[in-house]
């Protein structure tokens, strides 16, 4: 078994370096098991989020190489072992220690959003009547695992820091997936423009690009909100319906 | 000098937010009492999130012909009837509730083509019953239950864990413990506190469960008086991935065969027909057609015996293996690609049906499952056994102490079937927040005694203050974990006997005086070593029940199965074993009868036998 070198951040919110640690990289491992060999042999006190490791509860987010990745989904044989792989914590978030950064901002923001609100039932029994047609749209948001990975790699939180303004791709689809429910019948439209500053939103799709469930995230959840902010203040003949209705 | 530590109060404490703990802290909250519910991880990562293939319920969408009834008769059956039947009962009556509740609060289940919830087939179960989303399930349950419970007014404290509850006489009034983040003691006083801390699975090397399952809440119970119940009868799926060694134990779901997935040995050969147990043998297919007709609905046909039950279905897997029989890897075949045979869209089809096992394997194991077979063997999953508590109210023998969940015993007997876990979660989540807020309205708060208090932030430390070097070969924390995992799996795993168990026993003992020396290094923010230490105290009290449990059952029965008594024995059908901590601090074990079952109940087992 080749030996590989673990370049890995350690440090806290004041500061901190990146150390050097070799361990086996054999056949089938992932970046998190290289994580925990140095853990367990070398630095029992590497602090690092994990779960599942299968890729299911997206607790094991860092940056392998400069890319935003799970640790539990990376596998060894996809990276150059003849160099360094570097592993960082998630740079938009404030440092905890080691890779562990502090990600209550994202807990914050979801509860602004208006909570799921169910419309009347169809069924006597107080049940509802939906094809499964129209539940597949919000089931792909609903795989989201929260790893934050988006919030992370999105320019508007990463380098512009907008987080008292706009909510991020996570909660753009967390929204979509509300808005799409075919059961729920509240209303995010002027929220989405209003408080939660989805006009920051370029469509760079770097938060697509990594999302580990494969979401479209810009395509299939972003720009259709989008739209429906354009068509209710944006849309001239709305506009002009809404000034003689006196509703703003 | 007395410890510094910072104090919160609410009237009931949840330690664990899973699907119990979730459904509890929103019952009790609903109840209108202040709730505060504690995390080892970050809210939405618990181990529910693992869950794939759905949640059992007969609400009889798919196929009318079920009821509670069934549901009932098939969890007593699957729990070789050592379960706790009232428990059985209320399970299979709330069960639809719950799935129609969650949907009212926003989960989105795969429809029929009436557009009801969609129910699929499982082990063990007679009829369609699991309400699922794709594959993934659990993520559906958890992110509903916390995205309804956050504006609830529920204090969440997040990577926080608890070390020690706080007694006032016999009743409970309050948890310690620290936040993972910064290391800072926490005192929680309460009026009640469920535990809802999930299993044991940490105690084996090869496991489905994450670092968080180290037998908290079972080990917090006991330390503080409680009963375990059960506690031999751990579960180990049949479908754990085997290669490559780095993902050894990660689960496939049941869902897979479910689907039509079948067993093959390495001679081709669907080995599950060879071996149906009696009491499954008249509600099993006879021959592959008969079973794939059953996988695609056919209301006629009985379900192939890869449906059986997980204990049979795990011990039949290892059976081929030892036999020689087994895949390159030490497992056997699971195919669902071979179903092209069947159905023209097939690779489509399955990547529908099992999203995430498809990237599972493509991802870690570089396999493509809609054209070539998977490698699978047993892996451990789930403690049947834990706090014995009251069926109603998940009040455990400890006053002001309820659990729900995994960590409570009960429901599933000596084996659970796939897809009554994710109801259990939620019916008995429920009970037990409305008797925990019932409970603290009757019962204020009490503050707990000093020197209760003192000691247990003395023991928080003492790891630092003992070092690196205090252990004499600077021994850290892994090292007894792993000798305790490669101990478990290889003395009291999925195959036991009297000599394997009575040496594990010794050697949990000597682990133990180990454990009581590990030193750690570092500070006190988010160290894993200190954790780990911490841990260590949790897994050998449940390893050492486990044990001690599966000693005294001199039979095969459900998920305990013995090389030496490999029969079920009728004496042992009557009581259930039970542990807890002695007077002299020392660990006691006790059969206890079970209850004679209700008439009516018994005459619905044998209506569905």
């Known amino acids: ?248 | 000098m007395a410890s510094e530590y910072q104090t919160h109060e609410h009237d009931v404490i949840v330690i664990g937010a899973g699907g119990a703990g979730l459904r509890a802290a929103i019952e009790a909250s609903a109840a209108g009492v202040s709730v505060g519910l504690i995390c080892k991880s970050l809210l939405g990562k618990a181990h529910t999130v693992m869950a794939e293939g759905g949640m059992a319920a007969a609400m009889a969408n798919v196929d009318d012909r079920d009821s509670w009834k069934v549901h009932f008769a098939d969890t007593m059956r699957g729990g070789q009837y050592i379960n706790n039947w009232r428990m059985a009962e209320l399970h299979a009556q709330e069960a639809p509730a719950r799935v129609r509740e969650l949907e009212a609060w926003g989960a989105v289940f795969d429809r029929t083509r009436d557009g009801k919830i969609l129910q699929r087939n499982f082990g063990g179960h007679r009829y369609p019953r699991l309400a699922h989303v794709g594959d993934r399930t659990g993520l559906e349950m958890i992110r509903t239950l916390q995205d309804h419970g956050i504006h609830q007014g529920i204090q969440v404290y997040m990577e926080h864990t608890v070390t020690a509850l706080l007694k006032d006489g016999d009743r409970v009034v309050g948890a310690f413990g620290y936040d993972r983040e910064r290391g800072y003691p926490r005192l929680f006083r309460a009026g009640a506190i469920v535990l809802a801390t999930g299993g044991i699975g940490r105690a084996f090397k090869i496991t489905s469960n994450s670092w968080e399952y180290t037998g908290d809440g079972q080990s917090l119970a006991y330390q503080a008086g409680a009963e375990l119940m059960d506690m031999e009868f751990v579960q180990f799926h049949p479908t754990g991935m085997v290669w490559p060694p780095s993902v050894r134990g990660i689960l496939v779901t049941e869902g897979v065969r479910g689907e039509g997935g079948v067993l093959r040995n390495k001679d081709g050969k669907r080995f599950m027909f060879d071996d149906v147990p009696e009491n499954y043998r008249n509600q099993t297919a006879k021959d592959p057609e008969e079973g794939w007709r059953y996988t695609q609905g056919d209301k006629n046909a009985n379900r192939p015996p890869e449906l059986l039950t997980r204990d049979h279905v795990a011990r039949c897997i290892n059976r081929e293996v030892k036999a020689g029989r087994g895949s390159p890897h030490g497992g056997v075949f699971l195919d669902i690609a071979w179903i092209k045979e069947k159905l023209p869209n097939a690779p489509e089809h399955i990547k529908k049906k099992l999203p995430s096992m498809y990237h599972q394997f493509m991802q870690l194991a570089g396999l493509d499952i809609t054209k070539e077979p998977m490698e699978v063997g047993p892996t451990t999953h789930y403690a049947m056994g834990g706090i014995r508590v009251d069926g109603d109210t998940q009040m455990s023998t400890v006053p002001g102490l309820f659990a729900a969940g995994e960590v409570a015993a009960g429901l599933h007997g000596a084996n659970r079937l796939g897809g009554n876990s994710l109801s259990d979660l939620v019916v008995f989540g429920k009970r037990a927040g409305e008797h925990a807020a019932k409970f603290a309205k009757d019962n204020r708060a009490i503050t707990p005694a000093a020197d209760q208090v003192e000691a247990a932030a003395r023991a928080l430390l003492e790891p630092f203050e003992r070092g690196a070097s205090a252990s004499g070969d600077g021994e850290g924390p892994y090292k007894i974990q792993y000798e305790l995992q490669d101990m478990m799996q290889a003395k009291v795993g999925i195959v036991r006997t009297e000599g394997d168990m009575m040496a594990a026993l010794e050697g949990i003992q000597s682990l133990k005086a180990r454990a009581a020396k590990v030193g750690v290094v570092g500070n006190r923010e988010y160290n894993p070593g200190w954790h780990t230490a911490l841990d260590l105290k949790n897994l050998l009290t449940c390893a050492e029940a486990v044990t001690r449990c599966a000693i005294e059952r001199k039979e095969s029965r459900g998920g305990h199965f013995r090389d030496d008594f490999d029969q079920k024995d009728p004496k042992y059908a009557t009581f259930n074993n039970i542990v807890k901590k002695g007077p002299g601090g020392s660990m006691v074990l006790e059969r206890r009868p079970i209850p004679e079952i209700r008439a009516d109940l018994k005459q619905v087992i044998e209506e569905n036998k």
């Open chain 1, 1 to 248: 078994m080749a030996k590989a070198t673990f370049r890995i951040w350690r440090g806290d919110a004041n500061g901190g370096e990146f150390k050097d640690y070799q361990t086996e990289a054999g056949e089938g491992m992932v970046v998190l098991d290289a994580v925990h060999a140095v853990q367990a042999e070398q630095a029992n006190d590497l602090a690092v989020r994990w779960n599942c490791k299968a890729g299911k509860c997206g607790s094991c987010s860092a940056e392998i190489n400069g890319m935003p990745k799970l640790m539990c989904m990376t596998r060894l044989s996809d990276l150059d072992l003849s160099q360094p792989v570097t592993i960082q914590p998630m740079q938009a978030f404030p440092k905890i220690r080691d890779l562990v950064t502090d990600v209550s901002w994202n807990f914050r923001v979801k509860k602004t959003i208006k909570k799921f609100e169910p419309r009347k039932p169809d069924a006597a029994d107080g049940t509802w009547r939906v094809d499964q047609a129209d539940v597949e749209r919000p089931q792909e948001f609903r795989k989201c695992i929260e790893c934050f990975l988006c919030q992370d790699v999105c320019h508007v939180i990463r380098d512009h820091q907008k987080t008292d303004e706009f909510i991020g791709p996570r909660f753009l689809v967390y929204t979509a997936a509300l808005e799409m429910n075919p059961i729920d019948g509240a209303d995010r439209v002027d929220d989405l423009k209003q408080k939660h500053g989805i006009g920051y939103c370029n469509i760079t799709k770097c938060c697509t690009k990594v999302c580990p469930e494969h979401i479209t995230i810009t395509d299939n959840a972003i720009i259709p909100l989008k739209e429906r902010v354009a068509d209710r203040f944006y849309d001239p003949i709305k506009r002009l319906f809404r000034v003689f209705s006196g509703n703003k």
